[in-house]
């Protein structure tokens, strides 16, 4: 399955790419699979992986998620502020 991934914030800065398009192999590819082949294809963003937010159709998505083709996909670092 085919995804195309939006990233933001210094998710962006540092994959140097505000979009990632990835092939998952599973049938049924969740979350967690998708997390795992960004880190594949981009090792920079392995540490981010642990704390990333996960946006599926402009929901926050959680590692047992199973995605679709057509989903809008979004990671975003965490956020903190005062």
């Known amino acids: 399955m085919n995804l195309d991934v939006k990233l933001f ?7 140097q790419a505000s979009r990632l398009a990835l092939e998952l192999k599973q ?5 967690q699979d998708l997390l795992a082949e960004i880190v594949v294809q981009k090792p920079v963003l392995e540490s981010s992986m642990k704390s990333v937010l ?5 929901e ?3 590692p047992e998620q199973i995605l679709a083709p057509d ?3 979004a990671l975003f670092p965490p956020v903190s502020g005062g």
């Open 71 to 73: 989903d809008d996909i």
């Open 9 to 15: 914030a210094t998710l962006k800065d540092r994959a």
């Open 60 to 62: 926050f998505a959680f």
């Open 54 to 58: 996960v946006a599926v159709n402009k």
């Open 27 to 31: 049938e049924q590819p969740r979350v």
